[in-house]
């Protein structure tokens, strides 16, 4: 059984920034999977924030984040990042990281719940002044 937790969440200001972390040390480095960033706000569906495929490093990105969200791997310390700048109030969220072993070749591919196996319990951000 995979045990998935972030770490990160918090509250901050509009403007402002978090880190999230996601830890792969369950997981060996050559093994096919991508680790997934997933918000959940009350009352909305769970979308797909962004992905990163541990085959290659290939990130995907949401159109709704893009340019202020960007997900990272640091192989070292066993960990995927999503830095999270210029925070909105529609990012305040529920957020979950996600490894499904398989490797994406599109962004709808990588950011769809369906391919994601394991879950986090998920981390609290909200943005709010």
């Known amino acids: 059984q995979v045990r998935l937790v972030e770490s990160g969440g918090g509250s901050v200001q509009p403007g402002g920034s978090l880190r999230l972390s996601c830890p792969t040390s369950?997981?060996?480095?050559?093994?096919?999977?991508?680790i997934g960033w997933f918000r959940q706000a009350p009352g909305k569906e769970r979308e797909g924030v962004s992905a990163?495929?541990?085959?290659?490093?290939?990130?995907y990105i949401a159109d709704s984040v893009k340019g202020r969200f960007t997900t990272s791997r640091d192989k070292a310390k066993n960990a995927v990042y999503l830095q999270m700048d210029s925070l909105k109030s529609e990012d305040t969220a529920v957020y979950y990281c996600a490894v499904g072993f398989f490797r994406p070749y599109t962004t709808t591919e990588a950011l769809g719940t369906v391919r994601y196996d394991y879950w986090g319990q998920g981390t609290q951000v909200t943005v709010s002044s």
């Open positions: 990163i495929s541990n085959v290659d490093g290939s990130t």
């Open positions: 369950e997981f060996n480095s050559d093994d096919v999977y991508a």
